[in-house]
T-cell receptor
């Protein structure tokens, strides 16, 4: 157990729907990162939050949004889902805004859009 | 644009047969190079961070090295339990929209046969 908790582990939904993925960081970590992993694109950075504030943004689609709450857990919202959104979504957490010591990944949420 | 290229894409070894994985990068202002291990269906697990050319780090049968253009992950006398995908990632200058973002390579799938 890495200490980063992601729920749900698996999610199957239909095109056009909206889903919410949840992440609880390791105790003491203030940064949360979201990544998408697909077979053709590999691991792609989506967004980073630090202590409730957005700090960095990758190629995150406008249909996707995220937030980090006062208790530091984070949610990634995916809307108007398309078949191509099917992927593994990972959350990672780290102590600072820039984690030179490597941040810790959760076990991921596997999203399947049908 | 930051680029990370890993080779080979896949590597099959016999138990005890040492080899190296390569990670070449083209970035502006490297702050750190990371190696992760990923088992099927799980999140990446942090192995090493390298900060400057000439640096080396070791952990059990793994040794990571860094030059100005590439990094190597040397695997000495591998065992079947070393079978996994090995991912290389770079972190560039912090600040602005970069902060903690990691740019990953596509990975090398290592299979060690008994």
């Amino acid at each position: 157990d890495s200490g980063v908790t992601q729920t749900p582990k698996h999610l199957i939904t239909a095109t056009g729907q909206r889903v919410t993925l949840r992440c609880s960081p390791r105790s003491g970590d203030l940064s949360v990162y979201w990544y998408q992993q697909s077979l053709d694109q590999g691991l792609q950075f989506l967004i980073q939050y630090y202590n409730g504030e957005e700090r960095a943004k990758g190629n995150i689609l406008e249909r996707f949004s995220a937030q980090q709450f006062p208790d530091l857990h984070s949610e990634l919202n995916l809307s108007s889902l398309e078949l191509g959104d099917s992927a593994l979504y990972f959350c990672a957490s780290g102590k600072g805004t820039v984690s030179f010591y490597g941040y810790t990944f959760g076990s991921g949420t596997r999203l399947t859009v049908v | 644009e930051d680029q990370v290229t890993q080779s080979p894409e896949a590597l099959r070894l016999q138990e005890g047969e040492s080899s190296s994985l390569n990670c070449s990068y083209t970035v502006s202002g490297l702050r750190g190079l990371f190696w992760y291990r990923q088992d099927p269906g799980k999140g990446p697990e942090f192995l090493f961070t390298l900060y400057s050319a000439g640096e080396e780090k070791e952990k059990e049968r793994l040794k990571a090295t860094l030059t100005k253009k590439e990094s190597f992950l040397h695997i000495t006398a591998p065992k079947p339990e070393d079978s996994a995908t090995y991912l290389c990632a770079v972190q560039v200058g912090a600040g602005g929209t970069s902060y903690g973002k990691l740019t990953f390579g596509q990975g090398t799938i290592l299979t060690v046969h008994p």
